[in-house]
């Protein structure tokens, strides 16, 4: 009975060694599934972040490129209306010379003038008003300076040899002025 008692203890034995070997490799299985399972989870949340990141840089260059191509098309004809600001100036100095009554200045001159104008200002250049306010030398070119006739003309310009423009919010051309000390 003895030997009995003793096997019965010696398969119980065997059987739990079984068992937890069993059970060993088992949990064995579990950790590296779930080292398996983190190093899947990082690789995801990594890959989701660089997706995000690369989808929010695509969007930011679509937004670039957008507003690239919008201010080429506003200053597409800068060049063109730079080339014809000299036309204008000629036609105010023929029209100012005609109104002290030096030269004759016709009325289909005018009319030229006016269809001119207002052909390019409708394609936004503007004309800078400078006679009269106070020099601003990120609107203005002072050509020379002359004493001021009065304490409140100070700082101001005082005449406008070449006048300013303005095409869509941006300077062509700097007003050149004569500015009061």
């Not at 096997?7 to 060694?17: K, Y």
Request: with cysteine.
């Amino acid at each position: 009975m003895f030997n009995k008692i003793k096997e019965f203890m010696s398969n119980q034995a065997e059987e739990t060694s079984q068992k937890k070997a069993k059970k060993d490799k088992h949990s064995e299985k579990e950790i590296a599934l779930q080292i398996e399972l983190d190093t899947l989870k990082s690789e995801l949340e990594e890959s989701k972040d660089k997706y995000l990141r690369l989808f929010a840089e695509f969007d930011n260059f679509k937004k670039r490129s957008v507003k690239e191509r919008f201010e080429l098309m506003k200053t597409a004809a800068q060049e063109t209306i730079t080339a014809l600001l000299p036309v204008l100036d000629d036609f105010d100095r023929a029209k100012k010379s005609a109104e002290s009554g030096a030269e004759f200045f016709s009325e289909g001159v005018q009319l030229v003038y006016h269809k001119l104008y207002s052909i390019l200002e409708h394609k936004g250049l503007k004309c800078m008003e400078s006679t009269g306010v106070d020099f601003d030398p990120e609107w203005h070119e002072a050509i020379t300076d002359i004493p001021a006739p009065s304490e409140e003309m100070k700082g101001k310009v005082i005449d406008t040899v070449e006048k300013g423009y303005v095409l869509n919010d941006k300077i062509i051309r700097y007003a050149k002025v004569v500015v009061a000390k």
